[in-house]
């Protein structure tokens, strides 16, 4: 990673876009973090997530925010996230390519802060946007 300081950065810059696969041992791993002993469930069977109407097993909504705040704070070293609020506006499914992007959308000084918001999106191979949300991140500024 690098650093990125808040005068590097412009109204309309892209973030990414990252691709990402999300597997079923992603997911156990992510259920286990999180405290949550992995079951066979929508997220981790297929067969539990059709037997509930859906395709195949999906992520969970709270992995989908990890993987977006990720695209945030792997941009560079020195992004420092303050919120992330989203909408889901479909499921994420195991095995299938999703792209996680994002665009700076305001950058402004507040309470001596240098801060910065950006609408952020996952969406898959088709194009579309199954999460989309907005973040407010800072970046220190340049010395001098």
Not at 5 to 28: C, L, N, S
Not at 46 to 51: G, N
Not at 67 to 91: E, P, Y
Not at 103 to 120: H, N, Q
Request: proline share 5%; net charge negative; hydrophobic share 40%.
């Amino acid at each position: 990673m690098s650093e990125l300081y808040f005068e590097d950065v412009d109204f309309g810059d892209d973030i990414g876009p990252i691709e990402r696969v999300i597997d079923v041992e992603q997911v156990r791993r992510f259920l286990s973090v999180r405290g949550e002993t992995p079951v066979d469930s929508r997220f981790t069977s297929d067969e539990y997530a059709q037997a509930e109407g859906l395709a195949g097993a999906i992520v969970p909504g709270a992995m989908n925010i990890t993987i977006l705040s990720q695209l945030l704070t792997g941009w560079a070293d020195t992004v420092r996230l303050k919120k992330l609020d989203v909408v889901f506006r479909g499921m994420v499914p195991h095995n299938k390519p999703i792209t996680l992007s994002g665009i700076v959308t305001d950058k402004d000084i507040v309470d001596g802060e240098p801060r910065l918001e950006c609408d952020v999106f996952m969406q898959n191979e088709e194009g579309t946007r199954m999460v989309i949300g907005n973040a407010i991140f800072t970046l220190p500024q340049r010395e001098g």
